[in-house]
Each structure stands twice: as structure tokens, then as C-alpha cells.
């Protein structure tokens, strides 16, 4: 948070003890219209990039823009808006205050207005909500100061779904990002999965005690301020190949899959853990997970050839800018990837191959099904392979792993490892959650549409893609699950219903 030296770094990522949120509003605080908050999105202040390879049609840009911004008021100021940053990785709202603000919640009214729309819709107030004054820093490419950050101690009681490139309103041109409250979201795993939606599991992280004071008990006194486990990490895979699942029954049968070793030599990418972020823009990496992804597209035939960074090298000129962070972010290098997937965890946690195995495994099984349906008559089928046969049900594929791909040319921003806002960050996941690489912000995810849904157990990151954007741009893979027997059939990859795929002959294998 933006507090100064040592007590920015305790509030932003010292985390000392577990606990909830002690600011929040107790009462009934809020006033929800559950209809779209139409958002703006600050300036990217991603600097123009050379994507350095050959994008083919994954090289369509993304859709612009940086941090998410809503227009919210404070009703006892009178009338007027100024823009609030949505920032998925802040663990506690916001208000803009002067330096010498007490550190120590207040209590504050405020309410939310929908952005491009005259008049301006209000959609949501809140009553009574325990917010934290700091002082704020610009945003992108700093030509905007937000007046707050709406923060997860507020976002994680409802269920938010976020559009992060849908129409915008009255026809106008042009995309525009909205926020959704939602109560809650009572869809099953089955509908989800048969309706098409890539639902990511995940676990909030972080929360406990920071130097900030919290709300007055009824003696008037406080104590630390506690704020809860918010932090939305998922598994990722960065630069995987392209993938089609169509074949060419000319061409050569695909590559034999037997062993969990094959499994692995067959994915390609690198497996990341990245951080939520909407308060920001782009990908951010580390250097040493970025490195990690260079070696790794260097060895393809063909190469794909990212530039390496040294940990000590000279910054780039152009920083991140984080709301709630008190100084710009030295930028490494800013570089750009030709796609990303987020990966959900079907394996289980014991045998859990990384997100770019499960990546793979979930790409053969489309071309199984694709084949089945797409190629009736033909006089032989694609089979599931032997490596991905589940090893509790013999003769049965496992289940594949739902997963939301993003193509284009997405902005990376590589940073040091050491950096004081990506350390803070990891001191706050660990150790129960993974080491971080990165964060994932509100322009890589492109064309993406995501339902946080804080609220199921397990909480739950539910995907799609906007309609009319091409696969190569976006594409949302649900979980196909494993059939009983031939008399049923399932719902995958947006195909029609299909029945249990043949398995390859034991022969195929050594």
C-alpha cells in the first residue's frame, strides 16, 4: 500500500496473523441492482512493442487498456465522481487522503455509477464500509490519479463478474469492460461444464494482521487492522504452441503418447503461478520466470525468439504504476508473448503434472472429440492415448482440465525478482499458497469474460469469451469429464454430443 518506506511494505504485504476483515460494514451495507456497472480503463502504459516473432494471426493486438475504473461518489461531499481503480489485488479498499491521514480506518458511504452513460446510472451503494485513507499514485501512464481502490475486502462477498471487453452501451463503438454483483452463483460444475464456461478452481490467499489501525471497539479503542484472505492465484502456461484441433487425414497419425514421461515431453510452454490483478494492464514476470520462458521458446523448431533480461539490468525507462504503491515500478524490459493459457488443477494436488501437461492433455482430448464428430465416416478415428488413460479406471480418459487461452500480443512487463512490490506480494500468498510468478492484469485477458465467484467452496473463476472473437484471440476450454459407459454421451469443446472415445490398441505402445 501507499503508505512510505516500512509501513507501506507491512500494510501492502507484512501479514502477521490470519483474520477477517474487522473495517468492513457489519450491517446491511449495500444496495445492489445486479445490473452491468459499465467501467473505464485507465491508459495501459504499455510502451509500443515489437512482438519479436511471427504471430501469424495470434499477432491481432488486445484489447487496450489498463486498470479497470468505476465512477464512484461520496454522498456526503456533495455531487461529482471520480474514478475508483477495481483492483482484485488489493486485500483492502481504498480513499485518496493527504500524507499525514491517521493510518486507521474510517468509516465512509460511497457509491458506484456507471462510466459512458449519461446520465449516469447508479448501481450500487455502500453504507457504512470501513475503508482505509491513503494517499494514491497515478495509474498506466500516469496521466490519471484515481480518487480510491475498490479492494477485495469488499469484492469477496459477492460474486463479481467481470466483462472485460463486452459492447458498450447504446450501440456505441468500440468494446467496453462492466462489473457485476452477483449474491452468488448457483450453477452446478455439470451445467457449467455442459454450457461451455472454463471454471478454475482456486484458494484466496493472504490475509491476517497490518500496522494500520482497525475499526474502534465500543471503548473507543483500536487494534490492528485484520483484512481477509482475498489474493485469486491460478496456474498458467506461457507460450504454448499454436493449436488447431482439426487433422489432416493425409498427414501422419499423431505422435505416440504411452508414459507420464512422454505426457511431459509432448506439452510445451512453462508453468507459471500468476496473481489476479485488474489494477494494472498487462503480464507481469519475473526475471527468473521470464528467462524461464525464453530458454524454453528457444528450443522450438522453429525458435520462437524472445529477448533475455539480466536480473541487474538497466531499467527500461518506462515503469509500472500501481494505485496503492508508492513509487513507479522499475521495469526490467517490456516485451510480448504470442499467447498464455490459465489452467485449471484436474490432476489433484498429489499428482498434479503442471498446468502445461494439463494444457496438452486437454488439447489431445479435443482432437479425439473433434475427429469423432467432425469426421463421422471415416473409416478410422483419433484414439486417447495410453498417457492419458486415468490410472484409478482402467480403460476410461481422464478428465481433462478446463483452461482459458489468450492470443495476441500480450504485453509483458519483466521485473527483478527482489522487487519490493512482487516480494510483498509473495511474503503475502506464502507459505500456503505457490512462489509467485508473476500477475495476470485486466488487458491480458483480452476478450475474456470472468465470473469471481469468491463465494462456492471452492471459490471459483468461471471463463468464457466474448462472441465474436476469433480462437486464436480467446478461447474457453471446459472440463470434458469421463463417461460411465458408451449409452451416454457428453457436451466438450463446444462440439455436439459425442459418446466415449475408442482407445488407441495397446499396440501403439512399446
Known amino acids: 500500500m501507499r503508505l512510505g518506506g516500512a509501513g507501506a511494505l507491512a ?4 501479514l502477521i496473523a490470519a483474520g477477517s476483515f474487522a473495517a468492513g460494514c457489519q450491517d ?3 444496495t445492489i441492482d445486479s445490473f452491468p456497472i459499465v467501467l473505464g480503463r485507465a491508459p495501459s502504459g504499455v510502451p509500443p512493442l515489437d512482438a519479436g516473432y511471427d504471430g501469424g494471426a495470434d499477432a491481432a493486438p488486445l484489447p487496450d487498456g489498463g486498470a479497470l475504473l468505476v465512477r464512484a461518489a461520496l454522498p456526503a461531499v456533495g455531487p461529482g465522481t471520480f474514478p475508483m481503480v477495481i483492483d482484485t489485488a488489493s486485500p483492502i479498499t481504498i480513499l485518496g487522503s493527504g500524507l499525514d491521514a491517521p493510518l486507521q480506518t ?3 458511504d460511497f457509491d458506484l455509477y456507471g462510466s459512458d452513460e449519461t446520465p449516469a446510472p447508479l448501481r450500487a451503494s455502500f453504507r457504512g464500509w470501513g475503508v482505509l485513507p491513503l494517499p494514491l499514485g497515478p495509474i498506466g501512464d500516469g496521466a490519471i490519479v484515481p480518487g480510491g481502490v475498490l479492494g477485495g475486502d469488499l469484492l469477496h462477498a459477492f460474486s463479481v463478474e467481470l466483462r472485460l ?10 468494446t467496453c469492460p462492466s462489473l457485476t454483483f452477483w449474491s452468488h452463483l448457483s450453477a452446478t460444475q455439470a451445467f457449467l461444464e455442459d454450457a461451455g464456461f472454463a471454471v478454475l478452481n482456486f484458494t484466496q490467499y493472504g490475509g491476517g494482521e497490518v500496522t494500520a489501525d482497525g475499526p474502534p471497539d465500543f471503548l473507543g479503542l483500536r487494534g490492528p487492522l485484520t483484512v481477509p484472505p482475498t489474493r485469486v492465484v491460478l496456474r498458467a502456461c506461457a507460450v504454448p504452441t499454436a493449436f488447431s484441433p482439426a487433422r489432416d487425414p493425409a498427414g501422419p497419425p499423431p505422435q505416440a503418447c504411452c508414459t507420464s514421461a512422454d505426457a511431459l515431453a509432448q506439452s510445451s510452454g512453462v508453468d507459471l503461478s500468476l496473481l489476479v490483478d485488474t489494477g494494472i494492464g498487462p503480464l507481469v514476470l519475473s526475471t527468473t520466470a521470464w528467462n524461464r520462458v525464453v530458454t524454453n521458446a528457444a528450443a522450438r523448431d522453429p525458435p520462437l525468439l524472445l529477448p533475455p533480461v539480466l536480473a541487474s539490468g538497466t531499467p527500461s525507462g518506462t515503469p509500472l504504476r500501481v494505485a496503492s504503491w508508492p513509487t513507479p515500478i522499475q521495469v526490467l524490459a517490456w516485451a510480448a508473448i504470442p499467447r498464455y493459457a490459465l489452467v485449471n488443477l484436474e490432476a489433484g494436488a498429489n499428482d498434479d503434472p503442471g498446468p502445461c501437461v494439463e494444457l496438452a492433455r486437454a488439447r489431445r482430448t479435443e482432437m479425439v472429440s473433434y475427429d469423432t464428430v467432425m469426421n463421422p465416416t471415416a473409416a478410422t478415428h483419433l484414439c486417447v492415448q495410453p498417457c492419458d488413460l486415468d490410472p484409478n479406471q482402467s480403460g476410461e480418459a481422464q478428465n481433462s482440465a478446463a483452461y482459458l487461452e489468450i492470443g495476441g500480443n500480450v504485453p509483458v512487463a519483466v521485473i527483478s525478482d527482489v522487487d519490493p512490490f512482487l516480494q510483498g506480494l509473495q511474503f503475502d500468498v506464502l507459505p500456503e499458497g505457490p ?4 500477475l495476470v492484469g485486466a488487458q491480458a485477458l483480452g476478450a475474456a469474460r470472468v465470473e469471481l465467484d469468491y463465494l462456492s467452496s471452492p471459490s471459483r473463476a468461471v471463463f468464457s469469451c466474448e462472441a465474436d472473437v476469433a480462437r486464436s484471440s480467446c478461447w474457453a476450454a471446459a472440463r470434458c469429464p469421463q463417461l460411465p459407459d458408451q449409452s451416454t454421451v457428453h457436451y466438450c469443446f463446444g462440439l455436439g454430443a459425442h459418446t466415449v472415445p475408442t482407445n488407441c490398441a495397446p499396440t501403439s505402445c512399446p
Open 435 to 438: 512462489q509467485l510468478d508473476g
Open 106 to 108: 474510517a468509516t465512509t
Open 165 to 174: 471487453a463486452g459492447p458498450c452501451p447504446d450501440e456505441l463503438p468500440g
Open 28 to 30: 446491511d451495507c449495500c
Open 11 to 14: 500494510v501492502a504485504a507484512g
